[in-house]
């Protein structure tokens, strides 16, 4: 496969990470229960992402952009055009969308089928975070944040269709549609914030509910 246009892992960047997501985690690690406070607070990262009904499979891929929370609040003329720079991925059953600790450069939306959201363990076992459904997003930080290396691992749970949006892309729109292009950076930025938010409440370091 084409490792661009997939947007799939970046061959450079491996030698940094996202230190804070990191840290809490160790911390989160060294809990005496790790299958039940640790599995919650990291699903948190993703609780806002799976909140609409799969879709009839002949919708158009400008439909179902509007069904995602990530792009939904685009106006039809924005999603027709961020159509044209997003790329379609096939899975078969067990095959890793990305796997943990490698570098990446793009998030993902699940279109169809559904793709499980797993994080090794200090202990070398593997724990289930999440399994997500269309139209969920999930990896958005990777689209816009240099040298992101992943956290979890993603595999498709049966055959998956999803969609791929890279930093290269969002690049050539911006050269295309900066005005577009701008408005997809905040969205991604947003959402990411929302879930940065989401782990800080888990770790009790929020007090205010995430809206």
Do not use: C
């Amino acid at each position: 496969m084409d490792s661009r246009p997939q947007g799939s892992d970046d061959p450079e960047g491996d030698s940094q990470d996202l230190t804070g997501f990191r840290s809490l985690l160790a911390r989160m690690s060294r809990s005496a229960s790790l299958s039940g406070p640790l599995q919650q607070r990291l699903r948190s990262l993703f609780a806002m992402t799976s909140d609409l009904a799969e879709a009839d499979t002949r919708e158009t891929l400008v439909r179902f952009l509007r069904r995602t929370t990530l792009f939904g609040e685009l106006q039809d003329r924005d999603l027709y055009r961020l159509a044209r720079f997003v790329h379609v991925r096939h899975f078969e059953d067990g095959e890793f969308v990305y796997e943990e600790g490698r570098p990446g450069a793009a998030l993902f939306l699940v279109r169809r089928g559904s793709v499980d959201i797993t994080k090794r363990l200090p202990d070398g076992s593997t724990l289930s975070i999440a399994t997500l459904t269309p139209p969920a997003s999930f990896e958005e930080l990777a689209a816009i944040g240099p040298d992101v290396v992943r956290w979890t691992s993603a595999r498709a749970s049966g055959a998956a269709e999803l969609l791929a949006l890279g930093r290269s892309d969002l690049e050539s729109l911006g050269r295309q549609s900066p005005s577009i292009a701008n408005k997809v950076i905040v969205r991604l930025a947003e959402v990411t914030a929302r879930r940065v938010r989401a782990l800080l409440e888990s770790q009790g370091l929020q007090s205010s509910p995430v809206k």
